[in-house]
């Protein structure tokens, strides 16, 4: 369970990590979407849809008088049917105001119905709001003509039918009476014809009630709830939606492309990542500094407390690689630094740099002096040596910055003595797992948005393979006034230039003690 909520509670970690750290991105992703939906909004062409609501009467003899509610005898299919029907688009193109034709009006006008068909809502789409509320006006006016002219038609031609069949009987019973008129009173005709006659005023009676009650019927075929007139107009596309889904799908590819090119990015651009990475804790972080050495201020006291973790983890005679990939083009001033800092606290310590002695050499002439090359260990502090000899003689070494002179000089260091070997990461591979052979302890220095992935997880795996510890990382926070292109240059160029720095590391160079005060 527990092993789950870490894994949760990573998870959320690495997912707001990324959004901080790509939140430029992010929102430049989210403006280019809330452009394109007000670019949208200025291009599309606006449509404006009106809608007239009414209410249909049933037509019917008697409405009222049955158990179920009058909206039964409507057929909602039948209502939606006839109020889209090519007749009723012809009735209201026949209004000229509208300007359109039958064709037109039917694609632009939807129906919809509620209640049981009794109210029928008429939608009408047109490229403004004027001409949209007149055709949702002009559709159902036809609707409704078209509605009452049916049901009239349909009377009359029902009361038709029955004034002939009325008119029939009629004829009948006067013929009758004309029969019975001639017969006698005692006649057995005179009783079959009375009974006929009879039979035919009862059909006659029932005609004359069934054409009464059809011409009595109300062909009010329904009324207007609400013209378009008195109901709002919705327009399309919506200004406000279209601006928020501009921005809802810019945020949403923004966090996507974020993703995408974090993993694609493979320099780590905080200390919390590059210990990640690492499998180590943050020994300190260091602000930009100026190369100075030894360090001043600030600088020094992060230093300070990069020492002090380092010692409680080193025992007396450690050796410790420290890799500098900072990719400043030589190796920076933390690691030498470190070196004086620790010799500071009373500590006997050896410093190797087998890339470019010289050079480096010359960056500690502030600590060492220029012609001081063997000084005894003051009573308050301890001492700095500087080694970067190697060998002559290039191809009889086994490596050729791990030379057979610098391994002795690890080896032969005092039981006191803390030696620190110094290798860029842009050091031929082979010397890095070299100089891990020749230690028992790892510190990495590396420099946020400039150190990557790749690297760090490389070190960490082969230091782990060789049985190295890994005690730390000391980061520096770059000057932010620095673009980050600069600084893919500076290493970029630095890695050109490496081997030229490789074969100038073959230069023999005398070591160099000086006792530095506390």
Known sequence: ?????????????????????????????????????????????????????VNLTVISTEPFAGRSAPSSLLDEQEEKAIAQSFVVASRAAEDQGLGMSAQEIRRAST????????????????????????G????????????????????????????????????????????????????????????????????????????????????????????????????APSGRLTLLTGVAVGLVLGVLVAF?????????????????ALGAPVLSEVGETDGSIPARAADADALRVARERVLVSLGAGATVLVVDACHEGQVSSLPLNLSVLTAQAGIDVQVITPEEPSRTRSRLDDVLGLDRDDVEM????????????????????????????TARAIHEAGERTITFVVLTMEAYHGSILSALRHTS?????????????????????????????????????????????SRGQRARSHRTSFPDRSRSAARTATPSTVSVPS
Do not use: C
Not at 450 to 475: N, Q
């Open 1 to 53: 369970m527990d092993g789950v909520e870490k894994g949760t509670s990573l998870g959320i970690e690495v997912f707001a990590h990324v959004l901080l750290r790509q939140w430029r991105l992010i929102a430049l992703v989210t403006v280019v979407g809330l452009l394109a939906s007000a670019a949208y909004l200025v291009l599309a062409p606006r449509e404006y849809t009106a809608s007239t609501t």
């Open 111 to 134: 129906v919809s119905t509620s209640s049981g068909a009794a109210v029928v809502t008429v939608n009408f789409t047109a490229n403004s709001a004027e001409r949209a509320a007149a």
């Open 136 to 235: 949702a006006d002009a559709v159902a006016g036809a609707y409704l003509s078209f509605r009452q002219e049916r049901a009239e038609e349909r009377i009359t031609q029902l009361v038709e039918g029955l004034d002939g069949r009325i008119e029939e009987l009629t004829e009948q019973i006067v013929e009758i009476d004309g029969e019975l008129g001639q017969l006698e009173a005692n006649s057995s005709s005179r009783a079959q014809l009375a009974s006929e006659r009879e039979q035919r005023e009862t059909e006659l009676t029932n005609f004359l009630g069934q054409r009464n009650g059809l011409q009595g019927v109300d062909t009010a075929p329904g009324v207007v709830l609400s013209s378009a007139a008195d109901s709002s107009v919705d327009v």
């Open 260 to 276: 995408v090119r974090d993993l694609r990015d493979r320099r780590l651009r905080s200390a919390d990542e590059l210990s990640r």
């Open 378 to 405: 003051s009573s308050s502090g301890g001492s700095l040596t500087f080694f970067g000899a190697t060998d002559g003689h290039m191809g009889s070494q086994a490596d050729p910055l791990l030379t057979a002179q």
């Open 441 to 485: 302890a790892v510190i990495l220095v590396g420099s946020e948005g400039v150190t990557t992935r790749a690297e760090i997880r490389w070190l960490r795996d082969e230091a782990e393979a060789m049985g190295a510890a890994v005690l730390g990382a000391i980061v520096k926070r770059p000057n932010r006034g620095v673009s980050r292109r």
